[in-house]
C-alpha cells in the first residue's frame, strides 16, 4: 500500500521535476549557497552518490543514524541553510567538517537528496525507555557516565547522546565497547573517541596501569583509569606503552544483560537529548 503510494507520489514528482529542469536553465540560481529550489532528478542522484560515499558510513545508508544521529529530511527540521553549515563546518561531537572536500553545489545536492528520504522516527529503537532507565540505574552505568549531572566520568557524558549517536550505534557500543568496526575507526579519524583512547602502561618499577588517556606530549602521558583516578607518567619512566584503539576501560554487556534488557537501555539512551 505505502509502497504503491510512494511509486504514485514519483510519478507525479519526476516529471515536475523534469519541468523545473528546462526553467532552472533558463534563470539561473540565485546563489551558490541559495538551496536548490527546485531540484532536478540528476541533482538528487548526484546528491545520493556524494551521501552514500561521504556520510552513510556515520549516518547509515538510509541515513536512519549509526554512529551519527538519523539526518532523514532534517533540511525540513533545521532549514537548508543550517544544514548547509553542518556540513561545511562540522559540529564538536564528531560530525567532520567538509570545507574543501564538498563545494556548494555539491552541499546542496545532498541536501536535495536528504529530503527525499522520509523520516522515520524511531529508527531502530524498539525497546521500553522507561524500563531501559531500570536497567542503567542498577547496572553501575553510573560508575563511568554522567547524565544530567548524576554520576560520575571516566566515560563521556551522556545527557545528550540520544542526539549525538543512531541506535544502532548505541547497540554495537553496549555489545562490543570500543569496537573497531569501520565506523568506530573514520570516527577515531575525525578525532572524536581519540579522548577515551585505551591506554595500556607498564612503569620500569614494575607497576601496571590500564586507562584511557586524558593528555600526551611528547614527555608526558595522563592517564584516567576505571575509577576515575588520574595517573600522570614521565614517558621515560615507562618500560611498555601501548595504545589500544579498538579495547575499551568499558565493559560488554553482552551476556550479562539480556536482549531485552539491552534493547530497553538502547530505548532510554536515544532518548536522551538534553535539555
Ligand atoms: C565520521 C562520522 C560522520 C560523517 C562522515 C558525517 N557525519 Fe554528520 N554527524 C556525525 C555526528 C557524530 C553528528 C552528531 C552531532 C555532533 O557532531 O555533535 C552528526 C551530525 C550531523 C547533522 C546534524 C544533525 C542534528 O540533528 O543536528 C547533519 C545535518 C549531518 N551530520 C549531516 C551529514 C552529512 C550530509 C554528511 C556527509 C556529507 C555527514 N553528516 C557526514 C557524524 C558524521
Ligand atoms: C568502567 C567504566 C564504564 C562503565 C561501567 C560503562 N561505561 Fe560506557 N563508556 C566508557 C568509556 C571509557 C567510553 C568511551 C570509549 C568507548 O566507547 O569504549 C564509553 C562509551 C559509552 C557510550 C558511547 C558514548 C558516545 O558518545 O559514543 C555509551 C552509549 C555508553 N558508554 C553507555 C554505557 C552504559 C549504558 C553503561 C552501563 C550499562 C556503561 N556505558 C558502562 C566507560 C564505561
Known amino acids: 500500500m505505502t509502497a504503491i503510494r510512494r511509486l504514485w507520489i514519483a510519478a507525479v514528482i519526476i516529471p515536475l521535476w523534469g519541468m523545473s ?53 532534517i533540511p525540513m527540521r533545521l532549514g537548508a541553510p543550517a544544514v548547509a553549515d553542518v556540513i561545511k563546518n562540522g559540529m564538536s561531537g564528531g560530525m567532520p567538517s567538509f570545507a574543501g572536500q564538498l563545494d556548494a553545489s555539491q552541499i ?36 563511568c557516565h554522567i547524565i544530567s549531572g548524576e554520576g560520575s566520568g571516566a ?25 573497531d568496526l569501520p565506523q568506530a575507526r573514520v570516527f577515531l579519524e575525525t578525532g572524536g573517541l581519540l579522548d577515551y583512547m585505551f591506554v595500556h602502561i607498564v612503569t620500569k618499577d614494575g607497576h601496571t596501569f590500564d586507562g584511557t588517556r586524558v593528555t600526551e606530549d611528547s614527555f608526558r602521558i595522563v592517564i584516567k583509569d576505571v575509577n576515575g583516578t588520574f595517573h600522570s607518567f614521565q ?25 531485552t534488557q539491552i534493547d530497553d537501555l538502547v530505548a532510554y539512551l536515544a532518548s536522551l537529548k538534553g535539555e
Open 21 to 73: 529542469a528546462n526553467r532552472a536553465a533558463a534563470s539561473p540560481r540565485a546563489g551558490q549557497d541559495a538551496p536548490i529550489a527546485n531540484p532536478q532528478a540528476a541533482d538528487v542522484d548526484q546528491g545520493k552518490q556524494t551521501f552514500e560515499t561521504r556520510c552513510s558510513t556515520c549516518h547509515g545508508l538510509d541515513g536512519g543514524g549509526a554512529m551519527g544521529p538519523n539526518i532523514q529530511a
Open 108 to 143: 546542496q545536492q545532498v541536501i536535495a537528496y536528504l529530503l527525499t528520504l522520509t523520516h522515520k522516527d524511531s529508527g531502530t529503537v524498539t525497546g521500553d525507555a522507561v524500563k531501559g532507565k531500570d536497567v542503567y540505574d542498577t547496572s553501575g552505568c553510573a560508575a
Open 155 to 179: 566515560g563521556p557524558e551522556l545527557t545528550k547522546v540520544g542526539q549525538l549517536r543512531g541506535p544502532g550505534y548505541l547497540k554495537t557500543t553496549l555489545l562490543y565497547p570500543g569496537s
Open 235 to 259: 614517558k621515560s619512566d615507562l618500560r611498555e606503552f601501548k595504545k589500544e584503539p579498538g579495547k575499551s576501560v568499558m565493559p560488554s554487556y553482552k551476556g550479562k544483560l539480556s536482549d
